[in-house]
């Protein structure tokens, strides 16, 4: 094969990539629309979003290593066709049972892609030029995951919900025929090794409730016998993990990795670079159309800055990391990534849509820095069953990212509402006693008020503390009360009266109540749309806080393993 072939493995396994991290949030945006057509519950709806990533992130590391010893290129397809059957599946759903179950197929095709693309992308390309496929793959995984919401919200208001998983079809297409022309299915290396068991359970049994107490940790409680009984299995399974890896003569994990301060920069950059990216992701598009009253479309428009900015500066980021190292390109990533953040505590329901770009952009050249560095620290000294290793715990610790930026900005987000919705009941009972109306009236207007507040907490407030054709009822019924009070034969002639009387009365008391439904819907409003921008308030100082992982780095360049390779590339291979 000729030798410029590596070029294109390198794209697709980019490709590869891209159809991966795209689906970790594709679906953010799109789920309202889904919980709706397949008419499932909140907690149904929540799974179809996790199963994905958690199924990835406890995966990822068993999948990589069984790949090594049956062949990673045939490996790769099988993943390529799990991928696509189960976007196929989760296409043709019609409900949120089978939805999540064609998640999973789709999320264990995931965790063999994504990090077999890296492993098989790198290997393709001589040594001295290994910064070349890690900075295109870093830019896919960086570009992809933040353009999901942007495509998901595309599809799902111009064509539905379904396509946002059809659309992956057409590109597994393309990916597998590429595979069959491109990769050594017939000259493979293989690893001739038995698998390491004990370390798959317990590398299952520690990953598996980490992520569960993750995803379910807030709706348990974090004290709660669920939570703690996941703390305590984890604990007991790393701990038991970690001796089985250290004897056995073919471990599912080289602890040997995390001796090497290159790799464990570099796993802690992505994992906090991730829960950073996430954290917006997840959460702005909800800022937007619930406060600022944008459509999906509008709000998916709005975020595709971050992926843009990645997209551009990726590039110059690896070429500035491969010129000076990864301590100053990190420096760079989170500083700007925190400056994102201020900007982001600072949002208000007035905010411009021009505001809403920049600190879009501000997030995505951070983030590029970011991606890039850890990309190429996780992987350019690796060769051989290192080099898998090191990709697989990436990978892992990537999703766990992402599992991390839910558990923390949705839960975090969660009991920020609630709060907010509490502080509105006590300022919207003072301001009901204050109202010169019945008391039972009062009563009443507080109780609707409570319900809002309850079921939903946005703008709905003034629309719902009563209505406009209960106005003649509410006259007639008061008229009748009065008359009845009055002598029969007074009654006819006092009628007319009675009635412009209780009808002014009553008017007054709608125009009292408008003006405290218009003030406590604003208070409301303003209240709890301050509880999306507190978050960030709050994470800005860990973010500006992440830039000493660069003395983890201290002041190493890029160091590539100029060593013969213990596995040849790819492409030599088949030479």
């Not at 290593?65 to 099988?78: D, P, Q, T």
């Not at 989760?90 to 064609?102: D, K, V």
């Not at 950059?269 to 997840?282: K, N, P, R």
Request: charged residues 15%; contains cysteine.
């Amino acid at each position: 094969m000729p030798k410029n072939n590596s070029m294109k493995i390198v794209l697709l396994m980019c490709l590869g990539t891209f159809i991966c991290m795209i689906d970790s949030t594709i679906m953010n945006i799109t789920l309202p629309a889904i919980q709706a057509d397949l008419n499932t519950s909140l907690e149904t709806s929540s799974w179809m979003l996790n199963v994905y990533t958690m199924t990835i992130a406890v995966l990822a590391i068993p999948m990589a290593r069984f790949a090594e010893m049956f062949g990673k290129s045939k490996f790769y397809i099988v993943g390529i066709l799990l991928f696509g059957i189960g976007s196929l599946l989760c296409g043709f759903s019609t409900s949120g049972t089978l939805l999540i179950e064609a998640r999973f197929l789709q999320s264990i095709g995931a965790a063999i892609l994504i990090p077999l693309s890296m492993i098989i992308g790198v290997s393709s390309m001589p040594i001295d030029k290994r910064v070349i496929p890690l900075t295109l793959l870093g830019a896919s995984q960086g570009l992809s995951t933040a353009l999901g919401p942007t495509v998901g919200g595309i599809i799902t208001e111009k064509i539905s919900w379904n396509w946002v998983f059809y659309v992956n079809i057409p590109i597994c297409v393309i990916a597998l025929i590429g595979c069959l022309m491109l990769l050594p299915l017939k000259q493979e290396k293989r690893t001739k090794a038995k698998i390491d068991w004990l370390g798959l359970l317990f590398s299952i049994s520690t990953l598996f409730p980490t992520n569960l107490v993750l995803i379910k940790g807030n709706a348990w409680g974090w004290a709660s016998d669920k939570s703690i009984s996941c703390y305590v299995i984890s604990i007991i399974s790393i701990i038991i993990f970690i001796l089985i890896e250290k004897k056995v003569k073919n471990p599912m994990v080289n602890l040997k990795l995390f001796k090497d301060r290159q790799f464990l920069g570099s796993v802690l950059i992505v994992t906090s670079g991730f829960v950073f990216l996430i954290g917006v992701m997840v959460l702005l598009p909800q800022f937007l159309t619930r406060f600022q009253g944008k459509s999906e479309l509008e709000a998916a428009l709005l975020i595709t800055p971050v992926s843009a900015s990645i997209f551009i500066f990726s590039q110059l980021a690896g070429l500035l990391v491969k010129k000076i190292g990864f301590s100053i390109p990190v420096i760079i990533g989170f500083s700007i990534m925190g400056v994102a953040y201020y900007l982001l505590h600072n949002l208000s329901i007035e905010s411009k849509s021009m505001e809403i770009i920049v600190l879009c952009t501000m997030l995505g050249i951070g983030f590029s820095f970011i991606i890039s560095s850890a990309t190429i620290a996780s992987t350019s000294s690796f060769e051989g069953e290192l080099l898998t290793s090191s990709q697989s715990v990436f990978s892992m610790l990537r999703q766990v990212g992402v599992v991390l930026a839910v558990a923390i900005f949705v839960g975090g987000l969660t009991s920020k509402i609630d709060n907010s919705k509490e502080k509105v009941l006590h300022y919207a009972k003072k301001q009901v006693e204050q109202l010169d109306i019945q008391e039972s009236v009062k009563q009443k207007i507080f109780n609707q008020t409570k319900s809002v507040l309850q079921s939903d907490g946005k703008q709905s407030i003034k629309n719902q503390l009563f209505s406009e054709n209960e106005h003649q009822k509410i006259v007639e019924l008061n008229v009748k009360v009065i008359l009845d009070k009055m002598p029969v034969q007074k009654r006819e002639a006092a009628r007319e009266k009675v009635y412009e009387n209780v009808n002014q009365e009553v008017i007054r008391q709608e125009t009292e109540i408008q003006k405290y439904s218009n003030n406590i819907s604003s208070y409301s409003i303003s209240t709890i749309s301050s509880s999306f921008v507190s978050l960030y308030k709050m994470s800005m100082p860990f973010v500006f806080l992440c830039t000493l992982i660069a003395i983890v780095f201290r002041k190493e360049k890029v160091r590539i393993n100029t060593k013969k390779s213990m596995e040849k590339p790819i492409v030599k291979e088949l030479i």
